[in-house]
C-alpha cells in the first residue's frame, strides 16, 4: 500500500483492531489511487489478533511500538514514515468521499496543521450534541482530539516536539502545542459510538471531561492513566 512519489504517509495506532479497522482502511483506498498516501503505519500495542495478517493483506506497514499507549505508539509510528506530511488516524475512524480533496487543499500550507469535523456511526440526540460540543471546541479552542485526526508536517511536528510518550491525553497535548496554527479540514471524520454505546453517553462523556479538567490542573497524565483506566 505505497506510491513512492506520494506526499502523506497514515498512522493508525492499533490495538486488537482487527474487528473494528474496516471501514478506516476501506476509507483510505481513495488516497492511494489519488496519489495522495504513500504508506499506510500501523503502530501496534501488542495485539493478539490478526494485525500482522491484515497488514499482509493491505501492504500496510507493521511496527510494533515498544509501550502499549497512543502516545507512543503514534510516535513510534511517525518515526517510521517517510513522507513529508502525516496522517494521523484512530483504527475506528473513517473518512468521508470528499476528505482526498480536503487533504489536497491543506498540503499547500506546512505551516498549518488539519482536523476533521467529528461525526458518530450513531444517530439521536446525544451523538449529535457530543459532536457538535467536539466541533465547537476545536474551532474556538483549538483542541481537536485524536477522532478528529491531525494532518501535519513533519517540519511542524518535529518543531512541537511531536506526540508526548504518555498513556493518554496525548492528543490534548500536541493540540495546545500547535495553538493557533490548527486549522479545520473542510471533511468529517466519522467515528465509533461503540465506547458511548457500552459505558452511557453521560457516564463516558463526564469521565472525559473529569480526565481533561484534572489534566488542565496540573495533574500528571501517568496518574490520571492509573486512576482511570486502572
Do not use: C
Amino acid at each position: 500500500m505505497a506510491g513512492m512519489a506520494a506526499p502523506v504517509s497514515v498512522i493508525i495506532p492499533t490495538l486488537n483492531a482487527v474487528s473494528s479497522i474496516g471501514p478506516t482502511m476501506a476509507s483510505l483506498m481513495q488516497g492511494i489511487h489519488a496519489g495522495i498516501i504513500r504508506e499506510v503505519i500501523l503502530s501496534d500495542g501488542g495485539s493478539r489478533d490478526d494485525i500482522h495478517r491484515l497488514a499482509d493483506v493491505t501492504g500496510a506497514v507493521l511496527v510494533t511500538a515498544s509501550h502499549r499507549g497512543r502516545g507512543w505508539q503514534l510516535r513510534e509510528g511517525a518515526a517510521t514514515a517517510t513522507a513529508d506530511w502525516m496522517l494521523f488516524l484512530h483504527a475506528d475512524t473513517s473518512l468521508e468521499s470528499n476528505w482526498v480533496d480536503a487533504v489536497a487543499g491543506q498540503l499547500q500550507d506546512p505551516q498549518t496543521a488539519g482536523y476533521f469535523r467529528l461525526a458518530f456511526d450513531a444517530k439521536g440526540v446525544m451523538p449529535a450534541l457530543f459532536a457538535g460540543w467536539a466541533n465547537v471546541r476545536s474551532r474556538v479552542f483549538r483542541l481537536p482530539f485524536g477522532d478528529q485526526g491531525l494532518l501535519i508536517h513533519r517540519r511542524l511536528y518535529d518543531a512541537v516536539g511531536g506526540y508526548p510518550a504518555l498513556p493518554l491525553l496525548e492528543d490534548m497535548v500536541i493540540s495546545r502545542r500547535i495553538g493557533r496554527r490548527l486549522v479545520p479540514l473542510t471533511a468529517t471524520a466519522t467515528t465509533s459510538a461503540e465506547r458511548y454505546r457500552r459505558d452511557g453517553w453521560i457516564r463516558r462523556g463526564s469521565r472525559n471531561l473529569a480526565i481533561q479538567a484534572l489534566f488542565l490542573m496540573g495533574r500528571d497524565p501517568r496518574e490520571l492513566a492509573t486512576r482511570y483506566l486502572g
